[in-house]
């Protein structure tokens, strides 16, 4: 009887422990609920749409790399032209 009884206090020890180890994962799942419900509302605050904002973001990146472009084109004309003009430096 002895070790029935040692198992099944060592399961009910497991138990509590598989329950303190469940009580806190739920609470700290329902923090990054909180957390995340947050950044949604403020990125409706700043009006965009929370579904769309890896498309925006993604638009605007290609968008900066086209000017980024274009800005180094436009450079490397001006450092061109100026090439023709050796005294100005």
């Known amino acids: 009887m002895d070790e029935i009884q040692k198992r099944i206090e060592n399961l009910q020890r497991r138990h509590a422990e598989v329950?303190?180890?469940?009580?806190?994962?739920?609470?700290?799942?329902?923090?990054?609920?909180?957390?995340?419900?947050?950044?949604?509302?403020?990125i409706r605050a700043a009006?965009?749409?929370?579904?769309?904002?890896?498309?925006?973001?993604?638009?605007?990146?290609?968008?900066?790399a086209a000017e980024i472009t274009k800005h180094e084109t436009e450079l490397a004309e001006v450092e061109a032209a100026l090439q023709g003009f050796p005294s100005i430096k």
Request: glycine share 4%; charged share 40%.
């Open 19 to 42: 329950m303190q180890r469940k009580a806190a994962a739920s609470g700290q799942l329902q923090a990054r609920k909180d957390e995340l419900a947050e950044i949604v509302k403020e």
């Open 47 to 64: 009006g965009f749409d929370p579904k769309q904002i890896t498309h925006i973001r993604d638009k605007a990146r290609q968008d900066l």
